[in-house]
Nanobody
Framework: QVQLVESGGGLVQAGGSLRLSCAAS????????MGWFRQAPGKERDFVAA????????RYADSVKGRFTISRDNAKNTVYLQMNGLKPDDTAVYYC????????????????WGQGTQVTVSS
């Protein structure tokens, strides 16, 4: 089993940047592909980005493509989400998750979840 803890959220103005981190404990992240999801109030949890175990392949939601970058450092047991050009529509709680699949874009494909970190983008 793996425990995930997100950090790095906060309040930022439109056009700004944030870097989210997801630290793992209990088991090495190098056993899992990883993903980031987000959930705004009253909405479903949406896929944001995913990365394979060795970081050789990534996937992005169309809404964040070109602005967000997912990366991982297996030696540090940490996954990152660099978010640039933030927009008010990016406001949500952001979750990282671990999957035993090669790469996955749907929440049921992920077995382990963090508690989330709030990102608020002001206009």
């Amino acid at each position: 089993q793996v425990q995930l803890v997100e950090s790095g959220g906060g309040l930022v103005q439109a056009g700004g940047s944030l870097r989210l981190s997801c630290a793992a404990s209990g088991r090495t992240l190098s056993s899992y592909s990883m993903g980031w999801f987000r959930q705004a109030p009253g909405k479903e949890r949406d896929f944001v980005a995913a990365i394979t175990i060795r970081g050789t392949s990534t996937r992005y939601a169309d809404s964040v493509k070109g602005r967000f970058t997912i990366s991982r450092d297996n030696a540090k047991n940490t996954v990152y989400l660099q978010m640039n050009g933030l927009k008010p529509d990016d406001t949500a709680v952001y979750y990282c998750a671990a999957s035993q699949l090669l790469v996955a874009v749907t929440p049921p494909s992920y077995a382990y979840w963090g508690q989330g970190t709030q990102v608020t983008v002001s206009s």
